[in-house]
C-alpha cells in the first residue's frame, strides 16, 4: 500500500526538503507550508520548555505527512497497517490521520526515533501519560493551525505559554470540548488528557 505513494518521489534523504517534496507530489502545498510553520514553531516551543528542538522539529515537519491519503482511504489503509481503530476514528476517520502519519514517517522518511514517532501520533487528540515531546509538538500544531486566520483561543493560549505549557495546553482543550459539545466526536485520548492535565494543574501546572 506504500508503494503508490512513493511512486515519483525522489527523496534526498534530508528533511524538510524531502517532506515539501513529497506533499507537492500529491498536490498538498498548503499542507507542506503548514508543515514547515510547525516544525519551526515546535522547536522554538522546545527550546523554551527544554525538550530537544530537533526532535521538535523533525515532529513537526511529519505530523500531518498523511494529509496524501484521502479521508475515505484512511479506514482501509489503517486496517492494512494493522492499526488500532476506536469506534470513534471509525465515525470519524480523519482522527486516523495521526496514526497514519506515523506509519509514513516510518516507512518513507525512515523515522525510528519511539519519541518522534510518539508525538507524530498524538498531535491531534494529544493522550494520557503525554511525553514532553508530545506536548510541544501538539501546542505547536494549534498554534501554526491550517484554517485561515487566527485561532480565536491563540492569545489566550499565548499568554498561558508564557508560564506554563500545560496551561497553554488546556486552552485549547477547554476550547475544544465546547466546540465538541454541540458537533463532532470526543476522542477518548482527548477525554483522558484533559482530565489528566486538570488533575495536575489543579496540584501544581509544569
Ligand atoms: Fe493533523
Ligand atoms: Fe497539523
Known sequence: ???????????????????????????????????????????????????????AQTAGWLHDISAVIPNPERLEFARAHNLEILTEETAFPMLLHQKISVVLAQQIFNVTDPTILSAIGCHTTLKPQSSLLDRVVFLADKIAWDQPGQPPYLPELLAALETSLDNAILVYLDYLWEILATSGVRHPWFIQARNELHASSTAGSF
Not at 528533511?15 to 516544525?39: E, I, N, R, S
Open 1 to 55: 500500500m506504500i508503494q503508490q505513494w512513493i511512486e515519483n518521489f525522489s527523496p534526498k534523504d534530508s528533511l524538510p526538503g524531502d517532506m515539501v517534496q513529497f506533499l507537492k507530489l500529491h498536490g498538498h502545498p498548503k499542507t507542506a507550508a503548514h508543515c514547515h510553520a510547525v516544525g519551526k514553531k515546535a522547536a522554538e516551543i522546545a527550546r523554551q520548555y527544554a525538550a530537544d528542538p530537533r526532535q
